[in-house]
């Protein structure tokens, strides 16, 4: 039953295949709550792009009787400071708040000129929730002499990102200091030692810490080649990567930081040896390609005395 305005009604109920019915007579009055609460009453602090759903409640008093009932499709809820959460009042979504910006806010409903008392919430910001590193658990011959790494987070907001600049990186080498270090200029790049051995990989975000384990051998590559693009516009750029394969375990390796780069005509096509960051990802030289005037060179790589040529194209 939907009550729309006071008055009086009468409420017929018949049994179905029966002459049986009753009728009830109903007064409807308009009167004010005794008293609006809403739940959560102590909510946990809401990050921002988050949601958090709140319920009105409504106790009254009529003839000495007393009765509660859900208002929260009735009330209107309000945001003292809307700039920091804001709750909405569309009938598909009443009552939930979200998250704006940090700060804090009361949260109230009210119905008949009747208010709730304030229901304080606090924004914050989005935290890191957990982190899964890329690459996992994976060996690297000493040769390759370097590893980039990668970090995603999973956010308090549920969204991930990659967070690979935001976390802290470093190495626990056990007992031996020769294995690796990280760079302390390029976040997330892992340079092999003079030693093979065993390490763990931590990204550290606060008191969030996640691992994985890295071996590092004294395997020999068996063959390299390229992998990449065949053509580059004049005056662009394009990433070619140096790939090695070495006895298993750790098979086809990226090499690309470790190789030495030529092209057979400089002036169609060159290797940059400046760092360079563009949206094919992040480099320190090798690899990156210049376009320079039309035609056709080619590049080739070297890895501890293994070779490859790969042919680029330069169009208009």
């Not at 921002?48 to 409504?58: D, E, I, K, L």
């Not at 390229?226 to 090499?255: R, Y």
Request: glycine share 6%; hydrophobic share 40%.
């Amino acid at each position: 039953m939907t009550v729309t305005e006071a008055g009086t009604a009468k409420i017929t109920v018949a049994i179905p295949g029966t002459s049986i019915t009753s009728i009830l007579p109903v007064e409807v009055v308009d009167v004010a709550p005794d008293q609006i609460v809403v739940t959560p009453s102590s909510p946990a602090n809401l990050p921002v792009g988050m949601s958090q759903q709140f319920t009105a409640t409504a106790s009254y008093t009529i003839d000495s009787q007393s009765a509660s009932f859900d208002i929260t499709k009735q009330a209107a809820f309000t945001s003292s400071q809307p700039d920091f959460a804001k709750i909405s009042n569309a009938v598909a979504d009443k009552g939930k708040a979200t998250g704006v910006a940090v700060g804090a806010t009361d949260i109230r409903a009210n119905l008949s000129a009747s208010a709730s008392s304030p229901v304080p919430l606090t924004v914050t910001a989005v935290t890191i929730d957990s982190i899964a590193i890329t690459p996992a658990d994976i060996t690297l011959p000493r040769s390759a002499k370097n590893l980039f790494y990668t970090a995603e987070g999973t956010m308090s907001d549920a969204s991930k990102r990659d967070v690979t600049e935001e976390v802290i990186w470093w190495l626990t080498n056990g007992s031996n200091l020769s294995v690796a270090s990280f760079s302390k200029r390029v976040k997330g790049l892992l340079r092999t030692l003079s030693a093979a051995g065993n390490a763990t990989i931590n990204a550290v975000s606060d008191t969030l810490v996640e691992t994985t384990p890295i071996t590092v051998t004294d395997a020999t590559a068996t063959s390299v080649s390229i992998n990449g693009a065949i053509t580059v516009k004049k005056g662009e750029l394009i990433s070619l990567a140096a790939l090695a394969n070495f006895p298993a375990p750790a098979n086809i390796v990226d090499v690309t930081l470790a190789s030495q780069w030529s092209s057979t005509n400089d002036g169609i096509a060159m290797v940059i040896s400046a760092s360079v960051l563009s949206d094919f990802g992040r480099f320190t030289g090798s690899g990156v390609v210049l376009g320079n005037s039309v035609g056709t060179t080619t590049i080739t790589v070297d890895f501890g005395g293994q070779t490859s040529t790969h042919s680029i194209t330069v169009t208009p």
